[in-house]
């Protein structure tokens, strides 16, 4: 097939920017690894798992705690979230009259839109009180997977209200005419057809919970220490970045930029993760 | 009774059993199991239909035939009472399943539709493998046993001429059939809930001309055992297979039915003129 020029002139466009966009993540990757060398090259890699503890500044960069906070929030979260935001995308599409679910479209679309540290300053100032009454000290491990589930809920919502809207209407008259009661046809026809939408919603949940530092960091107690229970407090890999970047240098700066690396990393399985089940089969 | 010799003469040879079909009550003794009695339909304020009576015979074949916007499919969607689940369509008259008002506020929708399936002009296939396309209404009416369930697929699968091509990989994806054969598995489905009446809007219509005269053969092969009523826009196709016809027509910006009678009459000596000048390919 013959391009004429305009086309020539949009692809070349199109490349370029796919480039760029390419050639920035791999920058990243590239920067952080060599922020990251300093350190790498002096210490085995166990050694960020099987140090004492983490103090930068004496040589003991011992990570896992704070690797420990993100899966746990990360994981309650998305454990919170996922049933929730299922749940209100049914209510959405099945259950609530037309205008109700117009209103509440926009309400969680708005839930969206609030900015972080909004989130952080409310659950600084009135759930972690409230967690503190029920068991002290109040900014914990709990605080920090309630406010997730939270800033993760609308995405959650919001993708698998998507997925459900683009179940084919044939679909839904096919059941109705083989007299499936609505329940019927969400577990039956909806939802297996809606999977892969209900997938990548969790899986960019979840990565956005990973990602998410001020809220976090805010409400979480930020003690670097292995968390036992819901209410210590704890600190994420990426409020630990955040707290400390500002001051750390040389060695302590560059085990920093080892726990980016180490975030970048789960990030890049999620992607692989959510890539795998979007290939995945379509049916049950 | 020359209706009945048409079913063998037509289908020579079946390889395939319709189960006990020659058991059926035999089409060519009149007695009506829906009665439609001055049906009319509108959309909000455009009328769709006015005005139709017409009655529909056990075990015939009865087919509606008109061009495109007449209401066909409308008065389709009323005998299973699809009509509910369309906002601002309005239904006045009376219409009769088995002697019983089908437009009752109280009637159980859900039990009326497996009493009466439908087929639409797309094969839609649920997200499911093959199995559990057939199972899920069935598990959805009641039936939970395995071996049932088991029985049940195998002897709809027969009855559609399925069973041969699909019996090594019933847990293949339904999606990944040939359009012939999706329509095929739609009626088993459909056939599955062991309905009196299936209502098949344009069946044949999305087909190639090879699955078309499959799905044909199979719909001769229902007539007795079930009440069949199908639109089709093949008057070949309508004349070869047809008990009794009804001609529609837009009067007035209205669908209505213009003559009913027994096939052979409505093909070969229509009363009205505008049904023969249908017939014969010069309207419409």
Redesign the interface.
Known sequence: MSLSNTDRQLAALLRVGALLAAVIVLLILWFLFKESWALLRQVTWTRFFTDASWHPVAGLYRITPMLSATLYATLGAVLLAAPLGIASALFNQYYAPPLLAAVYRRLIGLLAGIPSVVYGFWGLTTLAPLIGRLHPPGVSLLTGILILTLMILPTVALTVDAALAAV?V????????????RW?FIS??AL??A?SGLASGTLLAAGRAIGETMAVLMVAGNVAGQPHSLFDPVRTLTANIALEMAYATGDHRAALFVSGLVLMGMVLVLVGVAEWFGKE???? | MSLMINTKKDNPGAAYTLGPLQAGPPCCVPEPLIQVDNLSLHYGAKPALAKVSLDIYKGCITALIGPSGCGKTSFLSVLNRLTDMIPDCRVLGHVYFDNKDLRHPTLDVQALRRDIGMIFQKPVPFPLSIRRNIELPLREHGMNKAADLNARVQQVLQDVGLWEEVKDRLEAPAQALSGGQQQRLCIARALALRPKVLLMDEPCSALDPIASGVVEDLIQRLRGQYTVVIVTHNLAQARRIANYAGFFWVKERAGCLIEFGQAKQIFEAPVHELTAAYVQGKRG
Request: glycine fraction near 14%.
């Open positions: 084919p044939a679909s839904i008259r096919s059941a109705a005419a083989l007299g499936l009661s019927g039956g026809v297996p057809t999977r089969r379509s049916y049950v």
